[in-house]
């Protein structure tokens, strides 16, 4: 298996524009797990789904955010409209189980200006 | 609420030496206790995890961790440094429940010197 595969690797857009991050999970793996990276808050947890049901979204931060999770093999991170303080880091990871190893991948680096 | 408190930010080791980096977590109950290694531009992988039994943990690269539960710490070791270890280590503790939720340190991050 390739991994968990993130597009795009690198982002930028402009402030007001609407931004989508994709991730393909690891087949088979039932959990899927959006975090967020920033040097101020470290990783947060956004959203995580179970059989691609959304279990817990606390993690995410405003109604900007939204979280899609259409079939086992895609979900979808999308904010509109972006900010300038959206700037981090987006991860997805995904597992077998919810407390097993969380596989990662190499992360969708998005600047806002 | 869990937490994990990683207190050194940044640790520099010379290459043969060893290392370990400090991990405390405040929960009220034993939680399940990861390590995680970032490179840098990549996403983070696992090093070793506890769940329950020997508290005594070996993982990848060379790594082991121990739990002590008096002490609510879960540190990281390893015997002899290699400069390929030079990244970003995160401990994370997540709910022995349905709430599959992780709770990340700040990470720690360690440079490698000649």
């Known amino acids: 298996d390739a991994g968990v595969i993130q597009s795009p690797r690198h982002e930028v857009t402009e402030m007001g524009q609407e931004v989508t991050l994709r991730c393909k999970p690891i087949s088979g793996h039932d959990y899927l797990f959006w975090y967020r990276q920033t040097m101020m808050r470290g990783l947060e947890l956004l959203i995580y789904?179970?059989?691609?049901?959304?279990?817990?979204d606390s993690g995410m931060p405003e109604d900007r955010f939204s979280a899609k999770m259409p079939n086992a093999s895609f979900s979808t991170l999308k904010i509109q409209p972006s900010e300038p303080r959206d700037s981090a880091v987006y991860f997805c990871?995904?597992?077998?189980?919810?407390?097993?190893?969380?596989?990662f991948g190499q992360g969708t680096r998005l600047t806002v200006v | 609420a869990q937490s994990v408190t990683q207190p050194d930010i940044h640790i520099t080791v010379s290459e043969g030496a060893s290392l370990e980096l400090r991990c405390n977590y405040s929960?009220?109950?034993?939680?399940?206790l990861f390590w995680y290694v970032q490179s840098p531009g990549q996403g983070l992988q696992l090093l070793l995890k506890?769940?329950?039994?020997?508290?005594l943990v070996q993982g990848i690269k060379g790594f082991e961790a121990e739990f002590k539960r008096s002490q609510s710490s879960f540190n990281l070791r390893k015997p002899s440094v290699h400069w390929s270890d030079a990244a970003e280590y995160f401990c994370?503790?997540?709910?022995?429940?349905?709430?599959?939720?992780?709770?990340f340190g700040a990470g720690t991050t360690v440079t490698v010197r000649a």
């Open positions: 929960y009220g109950a034993t939680p399940y």
């Open positions: 506890y769940f329950s039994g020997d508290t």
């Open positions: 990871a995904s597992s077998l189980g919810g407390a097993d190893e969380a596989f």
């Open positions: 994370a503790v997540g709910p022995r429940s349905n709430d599959y939720k992780l709770s």
């Open positions: 789904f179970n059989n691609n049901v959304p279990i817990d």
